[in-house]
């Protein structure tokens, strides 16, 4: 079985784009490089305008079949995977990586993937980045370090098309683990979501502290990479625990 060498299982998220010719810039590399799915979230931009199609050439039928949503959680629907794009080391738990660093996990196996990418102007929020697994930075020279979104979708698409241009070359001894069928991001979202109320009601969080609390949460649970039955497994805790409250004078192993 030789590594995974295709691009087909991942989507480029592109979060309120200003520019229609940064849009058609992003198709018309996504062409290039082998990637076919194209996610705008809420755009602020005419996508399917002249000014895109012209800049997207012979990538104007990417224009033609994106998607658009009108949030990120939308956007990521389905997805198993997901590394968000940043500029600039951010006040999360969560490492900042290199694109050989972190894109090689997109090409472990087939599992729907995004590749997330913000806003010309001030990219992610705090809140989007942390729908993604991972967090990756284009290094750039410290004279000046900001990149249009266009070009930073190009670097990134080029480094996914490298890399699975080096992997599709069988290696001797070559034979991957099966792919763990991992849980996928609304899944996720809604644990986290139920462990924060839960920890809020027994007082473990507080309301004030809360947001930084559940980031240190998401980052141990992004390392563990749970399962689909793992997280259903957890949200079974979750409801047990909350059923214990609300029924103090009864043994656990009465619940009906």
């Given amino acids: 079985m030789k590594p995974l060498n295709t691009l087909s299982h991942i989507r480029i998220v592109v979060v309120e784009p200003a520019g229609a010719l940064n849009v058609g810039s992003i198709a018309r590399v996504m062409k290039n490089m082998g990637l076919s799915q194209l996610y705008l979230v809420k755009p602020q931009c005419n996508h399917l305008g002249q000014e895109a199609c012209l800049m997207a050439v012979h990538g104007r039928d990417l224009l033609e079949k994106a998607i658009v949503v009108p949030d990120l959680p939308t956007a990521l629907a389905g997805c198993k995977k997901a590394i968000a794009t940043t500029g600039l080391q951010r006040s999360l738990p969560m490492p900042v990586e290199t694109p050989k660093q972190a894109l090689p996990w997109f090409l472990e196996d087939a ?5 997330i990418f913000g806003r010309e102007d001030h990219g992610l929020s705090n809140e989007e980045l942390n729908q993604a697994q991972r967090l990756v930075c284009i290094p750039t020279g410290d004279e000046y370090m900001s990149l249009n979104l266009a070009q930073a979708v190009t670097v990134l698409a080029y480094e996914l098309r490298s890399l699975s241009m080096e992997l599709g070359t069988p290696r001797a001894n070559f034979s ?3 792919a763990p069928a991992l849980a996928d991001l609304q899944e996720l979202e809604g644990y986290y979501q139920h462990l924060e109320r839960v920890l809020l009601r027994v ?7 809360a947001i930084s609390r559940m980031e240190a ?3 141990l649970y992004r390392r563990a990479n749970p399962s689909s039955r793992e997280v259903a497994m957890l949200r079974g805790i979750l409801r047990q625990v909350e059923w214990a409250i609300a029924n103090p004078e009864l043994p656990s192993n009465e619940q009906s």
């Fill in 111 to 115: 599992q729907p993937s995004a590749l």
């Fill in 176 to 178: 991957p683990e099966p």
């Fill in 203 to 209: 007082g473990f969080l507080y309301p004030h502290t």
């Fill in 217 to 219: 949460f998401r980052h």
